[in-house]
């Protein structure tokens, strides 16, 4: 992969000392089981979680990506740290591998006695409102990203009492047929060459959604670097697919796709939010259009939009955040 030729950002704010981090697994819904929207009662759940700072009543609940872990301070440090969004010396913060998920958490063959079952986003919404039970958490601040964000929806209709406030990073409220149909192209991968292969032609496909032209122009033309001959796009996206093989399980990939996809809120129920929410839409996202997350900020009574700048895509806010992290900061002190 060739180096970014976006002009460099300045940093923001000074680079802080490493946030220290903890992570455990909870056992949960031991007793009295989880009943799954399907109607499968599940027992003895799994999630693994990281907390930074000191506990409390009140959190900042993180929602990582499709394919991320709850070890927020690997793959989001410019929100984690000492005056940063996310800052252990004022927040608890907390961050769970969602349930169906591969990071620790229970996996969807586990939920079904072996045999995968349908999970929703609310039931994912669920198991995190059990594990904020066991933390002793009454109140939570919601930021996600992405899967994260969508996730974020499903929070405040799920469990309106516990959220305070929430921050929605490029997600729409549900999914478009745009949307449902690269997730269905993926899984189509991957049933079609199951053990690996096929999740690694269904990373190639999400990471072309997750770019834009503009990016890939800047970081991918020309020559691969890696084989020459090769145009440096080709094995930019085969280099994606092994590296998600090495380490993400294709049954979690499927698992949690379909439940995005089946994620479908009526605006009747978008209107019921009364929280307070800032939608961040990204201005080349290519998966989730800007207006169409903007769309559906008129339907939340305390909706706020902004809209980050940048060429690299959706997955912009991760790579190129610009004003991003001081945004986010300024909502969640309120």
Not at 19 to 46: I, K, M, Q, Y
Not at 82 to 107: F, H, K, M, Q, T
Not at 189 to 209: C, F, K, T, Y
Not at 223 to 250: D, M, N, Q, V, W
Request: with cysteine; aromatic share 6%; hydrophobic share 40%.
């Amino acid at each position: 992969m060739t180096a970014l030729t976006h002009p460099p950002l300045p940093a923001w704010p000074p680079t802080p000392a490493e946030p220290t981090s903890e992570g455990r697994t909870a056992l949960l819904f031991r007793r009295e089981p989880l009943l799954l929207d399907c109607g499968r009662p599940v027992n003895d759940v799994r999630v693994a979680y990281h907390t930074y700072g000191p506990p409390g009543e009140h959190a900042v609940l993180v929602l990582h990506a499709l394919t991320g872990t709850s070890a927020v301070h690997e793959w989001w440090p410019d929100f984690l740290g000492e005056g940063r969004p996310l800052d252990p010396e004022r927040d608890y913060v907390i961050c769970a591998n969602v349930l169906g998920g591969c990071a620790g958490s229970s996996g969807p063959g586990e939920l079904g006695g072996g045999a995968d079952v349908p999970l929703s986003l609310r039931d994912l919404a669920r198991a995190g409102r059990a594990l904020l039970e066991h933390l002793g958490v009454r109140r939570v601040t919601v930021v996600g990203a992405s899967m994260g964000g969508m996730l974020a929806y499903a929070w405040l209709l799920e469990c309106p009492d516990l959220v305070d406030r929430a921050v929605i990073v490029g997600a729409p409220a549900r999914h478009s047929p745009w949307a449902v149909g690269l997730n269905s192209a993926a899984r189509s991968a991957i049933r079609a060459a199951p053990g690996g292969e096929g999740l690694g032609v269904a990373r190639q496909i999400a990471m072309l959604s997750y770019r834009s032209p503009q990016s890939l122009a800047l970081t991918q033309a020309g020559e691969s670097p890696r084989r020459p001959g090769t145009p440096a796009i080709t094995t930019y996206l085969e280099h994606h697919g092994e590296k998600l093989c090495a380490r993400f399980c294709e049954r979690t990939y499927v698992a949690l796709t379909e439940a995005m996809d089946r994620f479908q809120p009526v605006d009747a129920e978008l209107r019921a939010i009364r929280a307070p929410v800032l939608v961040v839409g990204i201005s080349s996202d290519v998966l989730y259009p800007p207006a169409e997350v903007r769309g559906y900020v008129d339907l939340l009574p305390n909706g706020e939009y902004w809209e980050l700048d940048s060429p690299h895509g959706h997955d912009a806010f991760l790579m190129d955040p610009g004003e991003l992290p001081e945004r986010v900061r300024n909502f969640i002190a309120g």
